[in-house]
């Protein structure tokens, strides 16, 4: 399967050694999810760098930990839950800092696991925004999924709702998109507590 790259002029990709298809679905949810339902915790700090479609992230975990790595994205402009193809590379401090020296736009969130869901609560411009996802190996668990009732709207299709347009996005965007589903900002107190 060979098809046009999303946002990148005269590209074509296709699955291969390193790349492998993405499947998700997103959902808008009105608050953060109960701390009873976290399985797991980190706050992450993504680094879109400028011109390329690379993401460096910095997952920070409540134990010290720090999980690094390089993403690629290429968006598949397909309906449904195949987002595109993705590869990551694993970094060591050194690299992850040599990156990070780059010039980039900056999205931080905290990330909640509420299996099968990882739920982002974001912080900057975007606070308020809380955005589910859930990851398939297949097209079939994809489209079979039933959402819990926190998720209020599915934005899967709506690319404002991914992180390469999120982290353009200003204060006024956000509210404009959260109106459009009837939905505002969540205002709660501490993400998950």
Not at 86 to 102: G, K, Q
Not at 112 to 126: I, K, R, W
Request: proline share 7%; net charge positive.
């Amino acid at each position: 399967m060979i098809e046009k790259a999303g946002g990148v002029q005269g590209q074509f990709v296709r699955p291969g050694k390193y790349a492998r298809v993405e499947r998700e679905r997103r959902f808008l949810s009105a608050e953060p999810p109960a701390p009873s339902s976290v399985t797991a915790t980190r706050a992450i700090t993504d680094r879109y760098l400028v011109g390329t479609r690379l993401r460096l992230r910095r997952a920070a975990y409540p134990d010290g930990r720090s999980e690094l790595k390089l993403t690629q994205k290429v968006a598949i402009a397909r309906p449904g839950a195949v987002q595109g193809l993705i590869t990551n590379m694993y970094l060591s401090p050194a690299e992850y800092d040599l990156l990070a020296s780059l010039p980039a736009a900056v999205l931080t969130k905290t990330r909640f696991s509420v299996p099968p869901l990882g739920v982002d609560v974001f912080e900057g411009p975007l606070r308020g925004l809380v955005l589910a996802e859930a990851e398939f190996t297949t097209d079939e668990e994809a489209r079979s999924f039933v959402p819990p009732r926190e998720c209020v709207a599915e934005v899967t299709a709506d690319v404002r709702f991914t992180g390469g347009r999120l982290v353009t996005a200003s204060r006024q965007d956000l509210l404009g998109w959260l109106a459009d589903y009837g939905l505002r900002p969540w205002a709660g107190g501490a993400a998950g507590g």
